[in-house]
C-alpha cells in the first residue's frame, strides 16, 4: 500500500538555525502538498508542488519535489518561534483525497 | 468566520455510547472530507462526498461508522457503540473541485472524542 515517510520526526532547533524536513513516498506523486499543524490545531495548507523538480519559495520556507515525483523537502531559513508545530506531506490518494506523511515536528528553543 | 466549523469541539463518552459529530465546510465547496488523527500521528482519511454522494469510505470505517450530507451542504459522523480505539481527533476538511490537479483542502477545527 501506499507510504509516506518523513524524516525526521522530532527536530529541535535553536532559533536562528535552519531546519530542513524530508518526505518519501513509496510512490510515485502526481503532485504533493505540504500542511502545517500547531500544537493543539488543525492541519493548514502551505503549498502544492506539481512538476518534476519544481521549487517553490514562501518567505523563508523552500519547498522543493524531486525529479522522480517520489520525494520532496521543505526548508525553514533562520527559523522562528512562529515556526513552531508539525510540518506534513500529503500526497493525492484516489485522485482526491489526501495521504498524509507521519510527520516533522518542529521546536525552536528561543 | 468564513471557515470550516465543526461541533462539537469536545466529546466525552462512555464506552458502548452513540456519537455525532457535525461539520460545517466553507460555502461554495462542493466536497467534504472527514478523518481521524491520533496523537503524533498524521490525519488518516475516513470518507469523501462530493456534492450529497459519499465517493470514498476507507477500510479505516467500520460498520460502526456512518456519514451522511443530505443536502450537499453540512455533514454527520456517527459512531455507533464506540471504543476507547475510538478516541481521537475527528477532523473535517472541504474544498472546490479543481479542473486539475489535487484540491486545496481546508480543515476545520476537529472535534476530540474521548472513549472512556
Known amino acids: 500500500g501506499q507510504q509516506v515517510m518523513q524524516i525526521p520526526q522530532y527536530q529541535h532547533v535553536q532559533e536562528g538555525e535552519d531546519f530542513t524536513t524530508y518526505c518519501n513516498s513509496s510512490t510515485t506523486l502526481s503532485n504533493i502538498q505540504w500542511y502545517k499543524q500547531r500544537p493543539g490545531g488543525h492541519p493548514v495548507f502551505l503549498i502544492q508542488?506539481?512538476?518534476?523538480?519544481e521549487v517553490k519559495k514562501q518567505k523563508r520556507l523552500t519547498f522543493q519535489f524531486g525529479e522522480a515525483k517520489k520525494n520532496s523537502s521543505l526548508h525553514i531559513t533562520a527559523t522562528q518561534t512562529t515556526d513552531v508545530g508539525t510540518y506534513f506531506c500529503?500526497?493525492?490518494?484516489?485522485?482526491?483525497?489526501?495521504?498524509f506523511g507521519t510527520g516533522t515536528r518542529l521546536t525552536v528553543i528561543p | 468566520d468564513t471557515g470550516v466549523s465543526q461541533d462539537p469541539r469536545h466529546k466525552i463518552t462512555k464506552r458502548g455510547q452513540n456519537v455525532t459529530f457535525r461539520c460545517d465546510p466553507i460555502s461554495e465547496h462542493n466536497r467534504l472530507y472527514w478523518y481521524r488523527q491520533t496523537l503524533g500521528q498524521g490525519p488518516e482519511f475516513l470518507t469523501y462526498f462530493q456534492n450529497e454522494a459519499q465517493l470514498e469510505k476507507s477500510r479505516l470505517l467500520s460498520d460502526r461508522f456512518s456519514a451522511e450530507r443530505p443536502k450537499g451542504s453540512f455533514s454527520t459522523l456517527e459512531i455507533q457503540r464506540t471504543e476507547q480505539g475510538d478516541s481521537a481527533m475527528y477532523l473535517c476538511a472541504s474544498s472546490r473541485q479543481l479542473a486539475v490537479n489535487t484540491d486545496t483542502q481546508y480543515f476545520g477545527p476537529g472535534t476530540r472524542l474521548t472513549v472512556l
Open positions: 500529503a500526497g493525492p490518494y484516489r485522485a482526491n483525497n489526501l495521504f
Open positions: 508542488l506539481v512538476k518534476s523538480g
